[in-house]
C-alpha cells in the first residue's frame, strides 16, 4: 500500500486514492446515528439499520480525486450540520466534512474501497442505541484524539488548504451545498 489506496463510487466515474499517510493515520468508525442512515437513505441505498454506516475518518490532504471530480456534490440535512458529499452521476455517499475547512476532518464511507479491510479494525462505535437510554459511544477516547491529532497536524503544515471539498483560495465548497426540505428530510427519519 506504498502508494496508497484507491476508491470510486459506485458506478466508477468518480475515482480517486487515499494517500499512504492517511491510510496509516486514519481511524475506521461505524455509526448508528439518524443522520448518518438518513444520508444512505436520501441517495437511495439499501437501509443500513439496524447495523451502522461504516466510515473512515481522515484527513482531507490525503484524499485525490483523479476522476470525475465534477461529480462531486454536497448536500446538508439541516441547517447547521456537517456537509454530506455524495457522487452525483449515481447517488453514491461519499464522505462527511466541517462545513468550513479550516477544521480539516472527512470521514468517507468505507464502502468506496474495494476491500474495508485495508482501512484497519473499526476502532470506535458511535451512537449506539441503547432501548430506553441515551445513546452511548465506545472507543470515542480513540475517535476524539484521531480527530484532533490529524486537525492539528494539517493547521500546523497548511495542508488544510489541501482538500477536494473546499476551494484553497475562498474556503467555499467546491459545490454549493444543497439544503434538503424539512419535508424530505422527515420522510429520512422513522
Known amino acids: 500500500m506504498a502508494d496508497g489506496l484507491a476508491f470510486s463510487c459506485n458506478c466508477g466515474a468518480l475515482r480517486g486514492e487515499v494517500a499512504a499517510q492517511g491510510i496509516k493515520t486514519g481511524t475506521r468508525v461505524v455509526c448508528y446515528c439518524a443522520d448518518c442512515r438518513a444520508n444512505e437513505l436520501y441517495h437511495g441505498q439499501p437501509d443500513p439499520a439496524p447495523d451502522p454506516v461504516d466510515l ?23 441547517p447547521r450540520g456537517p456537509l ?27 464502502d468506496l474501497f474495494q476491500d474495508k479491510a485495508d482501512l484497519g479494525k473499526i476502532r470506535a462505535r458511535a451512537f449506539i ?29 497548511g495542508r488544510w488548504k489541501d482538500t477536494p471539498f473546499f476551494d484553497a483560495e475562498t474556503g467555499k465548497p467546491v459545490a454549493e451545498p444543497q439544503l434538503i426540505s424539512k419535508a424530505e428530510r422527515a420522510k429520512l427519519y422513522p
Do not use: V
Request: net charge positive; glycine share 12%.
Open 56 to 78: 473512515f475518518q481522515l484527513a482531507p490532504d490525503t484524499i485525490s480525486i483523479t476522476q470525475g471530480a465534477e461529480h462531486l456534490k454536497a448536500l446538508r440535512l439541516g
Open 129 to 157: 442505541p441503547a432501548p430506553g437510554k441515551q445513546a452511548r459511544t465506545k472507543g470515542g477516547g480513540a475517535m476524539a484524539w484521531g480527530i484532533l491529532s490529524r486537525m492539528i497536524t494539517a493547521r500546523l503544515s
Open 84 to 110: 454530506r458529499w455524495y457522487a452525483s452521476c449515481c447517488g453514491t455517499p461519499f464522505a462527511n466534512t466541517l462545513a468550513k475547512p479550516g477544521l480539516p476532518f472527512a470521514g468517507m464511507r468505507s
